[in-house]
């Protein structure tokens, strides 16, 4: 069974519809992308996965639990963790350590367990060094990796991403997305990174592309990224590495349909010249 599952979801505001039959799965160990141009609906799907949004039609269940359901809100919001864009926005306390806490402390965990967690959690994001530092002095990746690491010490058992990657350097994100990797196939946490931005898209396992409140393509990375004429038709750019492997596939190169990544060209690349 899926981890979430939202089913022909329909939702307004106002008069504005915004997610039309909108349907989405989250598997637990997936990295799952959600990506589609601005206004196409992502927001709003992801409030809906942590009941802000209760839909007007349609279903969402989390772990068994529906969120039309009021006293199964409580139960959705333990286990979904939310990373927004802005991480400015996330910071509450003066110390790395006691910003990691805030959250578990309110959850009434004894002192010892909050600690433990506090201290796996900045280990898991690389920031257990910086931990008695004060947040503003963390640059944006960091600040970053710290919203990550309060959400990951409340033991969720999904984590949603909201455009958290797009403020930050190439080299933040390489990190952010080797930990995202790490999380899904370690500790199987189902996450959702939601992004208009395909070259985040090249390191995931699924992609789901919206466009007007609707899924309008589905499928692996290798599916998805590959379709040029599809992506560009809903707004979206093919990742540089992969219009590259396409243009030398048409030149007769043997490139194969995987390859997605900077990475994964150079490697073929210097295969090929071996
Ligand atoms: P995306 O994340 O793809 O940019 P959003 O889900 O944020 O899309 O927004 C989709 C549409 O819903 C936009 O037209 C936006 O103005 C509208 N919208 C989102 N949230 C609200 C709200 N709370 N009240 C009214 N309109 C909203």
Same mark, same amino acid.
């Given at each position: !069974?899926?981890?979430?599952?939202?089913?022909?979801?329909?939702?307004?505001?106002?008069?504005? %519809?915004?997610?039309?039959?909108?349907?989405?799965?989250?598997?637990?160990?997936?990295?799952?992308?959600?990506?589609?141009?601005?206004?196409?609906?992502?927001?709003?799907?992801?409030?809906?996965?942590?009941?802000?949004?209760?839909?007007?039609?349609?279903?969402?269940?989390?772990?068994?639990?529906?969120?039309?359901?009021?006293? #199964?809100?409580?139960?959705?919001?333990?286990? &979904?963790?939310?990373?927004?864009?802005?991480?400015?926005?996330?910071?509450?306390?003066?110390?790395?350590?006691?910003?990691?806490?805030?959250?578990?402390?309110?959850?009434?965990?004894?002192?010892?367990?909050?600690? %433990? %967690?506090?201290?796996?959690?900045?280990?898991?994001?690389?920031?257990?060094?910086?931990?008695?530092?004060?947040?503003?002095?963390?640059?944006?990746?960091?600040?970053?990796?710290?919203? &990550?690491?309060?959400?990951?010490?409340?033991?969720?058992?999904?984590?949603?991403? *909201?455009? #958290?990657?797009? !403020?930050?350097?190439?080299?933040?994100?390489? *990190?952010?997305?080797?930990?995202?990797?790490?999380?899904?196939?370690?500790?199987? &946490?189902?996450?959702?990174? &939601?992004?208009?931005?395909?070259?985040?898209?090249?390191?995931?396992?699924?992609?789901?592309? !919206?466009?007007?409140?609707?899924?309008? !393509?589905?499928?692996?990375?290798?599916?998805?990224?590959?379709?040029?004429?599809?992506?560009?038709?809903?707004?979206? %750019?093919?990742?540089?590495?992969?219009?590259?492997? #396409?243009?030398?596939?048409?030149?007769?190169?043997?490139?194969?349909?995987?390859?997605?990544?900077?990475?994964?060209?150079?490697?073929?690349?210097?295969?090929?010249?071996?």
């Amino acid at each position: !069974m899926s981890f979430a599952c939202i089913e022909e979801v329909c939702h307004s505001f106002g008069s504005n %519809r915004v997610l039309n039959a909108f349907s989405l799965r989250l598997e637990s160990g997936r990295f799952t992308v959600l990506a589609g141009r601005n206004g196409s609906g992502k927001t709003t799907a992801a409030r809906l996965l942590n009941a802000l949004v209760i839909p007007d039609r349609g279903s969402v269940i989390v772990d068994g639990y529906d969120s039309r359901d009021k006293a #199964s809100v409580f139960e959705i919001r333990k286990r &979904i963790g939310l990373v927004l864009q802005n991480p400015e926005n996330q910071i509450v306390a003066d110390t790395v350590e006691d910003d990691v806490a805030f959250g578990p402390e309110n959850l009434g965990l004894s002192s010892d367990e909050i600690r %433990r %967690r506090v201290d796996a959690s900045l280990k898991a994001v690389g920031l257990y060094d910086k931990r008695l530092d004060n947040p503003s002095s963390l640059s944006g990746g960091q600040k970053q990796k710290l919203a &990550i690491a309060g959400v990951l010490a409340l033991g969720p058992k999904c984590i949603i991403l *909201d455009e #958290s990657l797009s !403020m930050l350097d190439r080299p933040s994100r390489a *990190d952010l997305l080797k930990l995202i990797r790490r999380l899904c196939d370690e500790d199987g &946490i189902a996450v959702l990174l &939601i992004t208009h931005d395909m070259e985040e898209a090249a390191y995931s396992d699924y992609v789901y592309v !919206m466009d007007g409140g609707s899924v309008v !393509m589905k499928g692996s990375a290798a599916e998805i990224l590959t379709d040029e004429r599809s992506l560009h038709l809903h707004g979206l %750019r093919t990742p540089v590495a992969c219009a590259a492997a #396409s243009r030398l596939r048409e030149k007769g190169y043997p490139v194969p349909q995987d390859v997605l990544t900077e990475e994964d060209l150079l490697s073929f690349i210097g295969g090929a010249a071996c």
